[in-house]
C-alpha cells in the first residue's frame, strides 16, 4: 500500500530532509573545495603547461555535466538517495585516481579522477534540488538556499585544508600537494553513509505520490511555463561559466603575481597559502549568504534576485579588470563573483522548479546541470587560452558578455517575478 504524507508529516518529513542534505553538502563541500585549489595546480605541474591548467577545472565540469542528466533520470526512477549515492562512489574512485596520477605523474589519468571527481559533483548539485521536492512553494527559496550555504563549509574547509593536508601527506608518504585528499576521502565516506541511513522518506517519491493524489482528488495541474524554464536554465548556466571560468584561472594568475613580487622567489608553500585563502574568500562568497539570496527569491521574485546575482558578477569582473595586479583586488573578485553566483544560482533553480510542471522538473534539472557544467567545461579550456593571450584584465572582459546577456534576455521571465506556484 502507498502512503501519502499528510501536511504536517510532509512538513516533518522535510526539515529532516533539509537537514541531512545540508551535512552532506558540508561533507562533500570539503571535495570539491580542494579540487578547485588543487586541480589548476596539479595539472599546470604535470602538464608543465599553463594554458592546459584550465583542463583540471574542465573535466570537474565536464564530469558534471556528463552526469547530471543520468542520474536526474536515476532519481526520477528510484529517488534522490540512490542518485545521491552513486555520485559519492564516483567522487570516492576520482580521490583514488587523481592521488595515483601525482604520483605516477601521468596527465591523462589526473584528468580522468579529477573527472570522477566531477561526476560525484553532479550528485551535490542535485541536493539542491532535492530540498525543494517537499517544500513549501512559499519557501522553495530559502529551503533550497540552506542547503547551498551547507556547502560554505565544507568548501571553505578544502582549501584551507591544503597546509595540513601536505603535513599529513607527508608523513603517510603521499605525493606533493595531495594530502588534503585524504580529508576529502574520509568526509566522502561518511557522506555515503548518511544518505544511506538516513535519507528516508525519499523525498523526491514521497513529493511524487503527494502530487499524484492532489491531482486525482482536485483534477487540477500545474501550468508548466517552458519559455520560463529556458530561461532560467541559461540564467544559471551562463553565471555558472562566468564563475568557473574566472576562478580556474585564478590560481595560475596568483601564482604568477608571486613570482613577480619585487623580483621574489616564494615557496610553494607561499604560493599554496595565498591560493588557499583566496579560494576560501570566493567558496565563501559563494555559499555563505545563499540563506539571503533564498529569502530575497521568495519575497522579491526570483527573477529580480537573478537580477542582481548579474550586477554582483558585473562588479567582480570590473576588479578583474582594474585591480588585477594586486593581490586584494584578486580577492575582492572573487569574492564578488562567488556573491553573484550564489544569487543566480539559488534564485534561478527555484524559477526553473516553479516554471516545470511536476512530470517535467526532474528531467530539466538534470538538463539544468548538465548544461551548466558542459558549459562551464568549455568555458575554463577557453579561460586558460585566453589567459595566456590576454591576460587576467581580457579574462574578465570576455566573461562580461555572458553577464550582458542573461540581462538583456530578461523580458522572458519578466513576468516570474511575482509569481507563485
Known amino acids: 500500500m502507498t502512503v501519502v504524507l499528510t501536511p504536517t508529516q510532509q512538513a516533518s518529513v522535510q526539515r529532516r530532509t533539509v537537514l541531512i542534505l545540508s551535512v552532506g553538502q558540508v ?21 608543465g603547461s599553463d594554458a592546459l591548467s584550465g583542463l583540471a577545472t574542465a573535466s570537474v565540469t565536464l564530469g558534471a555535466a556528463l552526469c547530471a542528466i543520468p542520474l536526474a533520470r536515476l532519481a526520477a526512477r528510484v529517488g534522490r538517495r540512490r542518485a545521491l549515492t552513486l555520485g559519492n562512489l564516483f567522487a570516492l574512485v576520482g580521490i583514488a585516481v587523481v592521488i595515483l596520477a601525482a604520483s605516477v605523474r601521468v596527465f591523462p589519468l589526473l584528468l580522468a579522477g579529477i573527472l570522477m571527481i566531477g561526476a560525484g559533483n553532479a550528485g ?12 513549501a512553494p512559499a519557501h522553495r527559496g530559502r529551503d533550497l538556499s540552506i542547503v547551498v550555504w551547507a556547502t560554505t563549509i565544507g568548501g571553505v574547509a ?86 568557473a571560468s574566472v576562478m580556474a584561472m585564478t590560481p595560475v594568475h596568483l601564482a604568477h603575481m608571486a613570482h613577480g613580487v619585487d623580483g621574489m622567489d616564494p615557496t610553494p608553500a607561499d604560493v599554496s597559502a595565498l591560493v588557499g585563502v583566496t579560494i576560501a574568500l570566493h567558496v565563501g562568497g559563494m555559499y555563505a549568504l545563499s540563506p539571503l ?23 567582480a569582473l570590473a576588479f578583474a579588470v582594474f585591480a588585477n595586479s594586486e593581490a586584494w583586488g584578486v580577492m575582492v573578485a572573487l569574492i564578488l563573483l562567488g556573491l553573484g553566483w550564489s544569487a543566480a544560482t539559488v534564485a534561478g533553480a527555484a524559477l526553473l522548479t516553479e516554471a516545470s510542471a511536476p512530470e517535467l522538473r526532474t528531467r530539466r534539472q538534470g538538463r539544468s546541470d548538465s548544461l551548466m557544467s558542459l558549459s562551464a567545461a568549455a568555458g575554463a579550456v577557453l579561460a586558460g587560452v585566453i589567459l595566456s593571450n590576454f591576460q587576467y584584465a581580457g579574462l574578465g572582459v570576455a566573461a562580461s558578455v555572458l553577464v550582458v546577456a542573461i540581462v538583456v534576455l530578461s523580458p522572458l521571465a519578466r513576468g516570474a517575478s511575482a509569481m507563485r506556484d
Open 158 to 243: 578544502g582549501p584551507l585544508l591544503l597546509g595540513p593536508g601536505e603535513i599529513v601527506g607527508a608523513a603517510i608518504g603521499m605525493p606533493p600537494q595531495t594530502g588534503s585528499y585524504v580529508f576529502s576521502f574520509v568526509a566522502q565516506c561518511i557522506a555515503l553513509v548518511l544518505y544511506i541511513v538516513a535519507l528516508r522518506p525519499d523525498p523526491l517519491l514521497a513529493a511524487q505520490r503527494i502530487a499524484k493524489a492532489a491531482a486525482e482528488a482536485t483534477g487540477l495541474v500545474v501550468v508548466d511555463r517552458p519559455v520560463v524554464a529556458r530561461y532560467a536554465i541559461f540564467a544559471v548556466a551562463g553565471s555558472h561559466v562566468v564563475m
Open 27 to 47: 561533507l562533500g563541500g570539503i571535495a570539491f573545495g580542494a579540487t578547485v585549489s588543487l586541480g589548476a595546480l596539479l595539472a599546470a605541474d604535470i602538464s
Open 124 to 135: 551535490n548539485l542535485q541536493s539542491r534540488f532535492a530540498a525543494t521536492d517537499l517544500a
Open 293 to 315: 539570496f533564498g529569502i530575497l527569491a521568495d519575497r522579491w521574485g526570483r527573477l529580480r534576485v537573478v537580477l542582481l546575482g548579474q550586477i554582483l558578477l558585473g562588479g
